[in-house]
C-alpha cells in the first residue's frame, strides 16, 4: 500500500485544477457533498476579487471511486477552470513589472525569463482548489476514525476574536463561522474585520489574517520522534508553509512559548480511567499549550495549528519596481485580485492540516482496506488502554 500522499496540477488560466490522491485504504467511501461544499467555502468570503464570481468551483471524478468508495488505485479529482484563458496571448499578456511579495521576480530570475507568466499561473493561490479537493477527500477517511478539524479566522490589522475552541464548543463555533463573511467565529469582531477589509480596499490596499485550525478525535502516536521528518510539528510546519502565502506557523502557543516560564507553558498531566475511551486514553490535561504535539508526536489532545497570512501582494495602488524588459524604473503591474482572502485561506489549511494528519495516521494504520485499518485502528487502541494496567 503506498503511503498517503497527493499532488496537484493546474494552473490558475488553464482548463483544470486537478489532484491525484495516493494511499486512501479501499473501500474508504468518498462525500463528494462534502467535497465540493469545502470547494464553495474557498470562495467565499469579503474581499475577494471578481474571479470567484466567474467560478463554480465543483470536483469531478476522474478515476479512483466506485459506487462511491475508493477502489485499489489512485483517486483523481478535477476542478474545471471555466476563465481558460492560457493560450490567449491577449487574454495573458506577458508580466513584466513584478509585483513586490509576489513571485513574480523571483520566479522570472529563476526561470530566466522577463515574463513571469508562466511563474503566476502556476504560483497562484487558485491552485488551493484542488488541495481543498484532496484534503477533503482524506477527511472522509478521517471522519470513519471520528477525527474532525475545524479552521478559522482569528483576524487581521486590530480585528481579532479570543474563543477558546474545545472538542465541546466547536460545533458552535463552526456555526458562528459560517455566518461570517470573513470565517471569525465572534459577530462583534467579524464585522470589525470587515470593516477594516473595506477601509484597506478604498486606500487601495490589501490584509492577510490569523488563521487557526483544530484537529479533533486525534489518537496519540500519530508521528513520530525517531527521524525529524517523521515528527508530526515537522509535517505540519513544512505543509503550512507551502500554502500561498503563509510567512509564519505556530503549534499550539507557538512564539508565545518564549515569553513564558516552563510551568506556564507545559500542561500538567491528570490521568482519569473512566476517560479511557475517549482519544485523549484518558489522560487529561487542563491546558493544551503544546497544541496536541510532544515529541513530534500526537498526545491525545486536539492538534492546534496557528499561521500568519501576509497581505494580497497584488495591489491597486501599485509598488516601485522595475519593468524586466526594458530596466525601466516603474510601478508594479496589476492583475485581477483580492483584496483579503484570509476566509478562503482559513479553508485551505482545514483541508491541508488534515490531509498532513490523516498521512500520519495511515502511516500508523496501514491497511489496504478500510476493513484492515480499523482493525489495526482499534487493536492499537486496546492495546494502548492498558496504560496503565486497569485496575493497577
Ligand atoms: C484565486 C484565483 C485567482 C486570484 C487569486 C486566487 O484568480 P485571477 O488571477 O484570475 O483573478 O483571484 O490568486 C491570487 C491572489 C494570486 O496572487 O495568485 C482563487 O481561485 O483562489
Known amino acids: 500500500m503506498a503511503a498517503l500522499e497527493y499532488r496537484t496540477a493546474g494552473e490558475s488560466h488553464g482548463p483544470s485544477m486537478v489532484c491525484l490522491v495516493e494511499g486512501l485504504p479501499l473501500g474508504t467511501p468518498i462525500d463528494l457533498e462534502f467535497v465540493n461544499a469545502e470547494l464553495r ?11 470567484q464570481r466567474i467560478e463554480s468551483d465543483a470536483a469531478e471524478v476522474l478515476a479512483g471511486l466506485r459506487l462511491g468508495k475508493t477502489n485499489a488505485g489512485p483517486l483523481a479529482l478535477a476542478v474545471r477552470n471555466r476563465d481558460s ?22 520566479g522570472s530570475l529563476k526561470f530566466l525569463t522577463p515574463d513571469g507568466r508562466d511563474v503566476i499561473e502556476r504560483s497562484s493561490a487558485r491552485e488551493t482548489a484542488a488541495r481543498v479537493a484532496a484534503g477533503a477527500a482524506a477527511r472522509c477517511l478521517l471522519r470513519e476514525f471520528g477525527i474532525e478539524a475545524f479552521g478559522f479566522v482569528r483576524g487581521a490589522i486590530d480585528a481579532f476574536t479570543d474563543v477558546a475552541p474545545t472538542a465541546d464548543n466547536w460545533r458552535e463555533l463552526r456555526a458562528l463561522r459560517d455566518a461570517s463573511e470573513v470565517a471569525v467565529p465572534d459577530p462583534k469582531a467579524s464585522d470589525r474585520l470587515v470593516e477594516r477589509i473595506r477601509a484597506a480596499k478604498e486606500a487601495k490596499d490589501t490584509v492577510g489574517g490569523l488563521i487557526e485550525v483544530h484537529v479533533f478525535g486525534v489518537p496519540p502516536g500519530l508521528g513520530g520522534c525517531g527521524a525529524g521528518p517523521d515528527r508530526l510539528d515537522a509535517r505540519l510546519g513544512a505543509a503550512v508553509l507551502s500554502v500561498q502565502a503563509m510567512k509564519s506557523v505556530g503549534i499550539g502557543l507557538g512564539a508565545e512559548v518564549a515569553a513564558r516560564r516552563g510551568s506556564q507553558v507545559h500542561d500538567p498531566i491528570h490521568f482519569d480511567p473512566d476517560r479511557r475511551h475517549l482519544a485523549s486514553l484518558g489522560f487529561e490535561r487542563s491546558t493544551n499549550n503544546a497544541g496536541g504535539i510532544e515529541g513530534g508526536m500526537s498526545n491525545g489532545m486536539p492538534i492546534v495549528v496557528t499561521a500568519a497570512m501576509k497581505p494580497i501582494s497584488t495591489l491597486l495602488q501599485g509598488l516601485p519596481s522595475v519593468d524586466l524588459a526594458t530596466g525601466a524604473a516603474e510601478r508594479s503591474a496589476y492583475e485581477r485580485s483580492d483584496i483579503c482572502a484570509v476566509a478562503a485561506a482559513s479553508v485551505v489549511l482545514e483541508n491541508v492540516v488534515a490531509f498532513e494528519v490523516a498521512r500520519a495516521f495511515r502511516a500508523k494504520f496501514s491497511g489496504d482496506s478500510l476493513r484492515e485499518t480499523s482493525m489495526q485502528f482499534e487493536a492499537y487502541l486496546a492495546a494502548a488502554r492498558e496504560i496503565p494496567p486497569p485496575g493497577a
Open 85 to 106: 484563458r492560457l493560450d490567449d496571448p491577449a487574454k495573458t499578456p506577458a508580466v513584466t513589472r513584478p509585483r513586490p511579495g509576489h513571485a513574480d521576480l523571483a
Open 41 to 51: 467555502r474557498r470562495q467565499r468570503g469579503y474581499g475577494r476579487g471578481a474571479r
